[in-house]
């Protein structure tokens, strides 16, 4: 038990240490994932890949508001795709 909390926490940390600019990368790749889901529904109309997709993008979402924050005051820092933080003046992706 001691030791998948400890790769929770490993893997929680690693999360908090990337850069905006792989946040970003990362959100793009789950939203293209959710649309090839979604065309799969389409083709079979299967009610479990649909509830999965949807899962899927209300995850995106919620890793992207987490998680694409300002790395010097952590600030979100919103659609903004700028190389200095709105809010601090600071490099973002540094």
Known sequence: ???LKE???KAAKALKAMKPETVGKLYIVILVA???LFSLYTLNHSSAV???AVLLIFADILFYVVFYR???CGNF???SDAK???HCGKEVNK
């Open 1 to 3: 038990m001691n030791l």
């Open 7 to 9: 790769k929770a926490a």
């Open 34 to 36: 959710a649309i090839v």
């Open 50 to 52: 649909a509830v999965i």
């Open 70 to 72: 300002c790395p010097h």
């Open 77 to 79: 820092l919103g659609r």
């Open 84 to 86: 200095f933080c709105p």
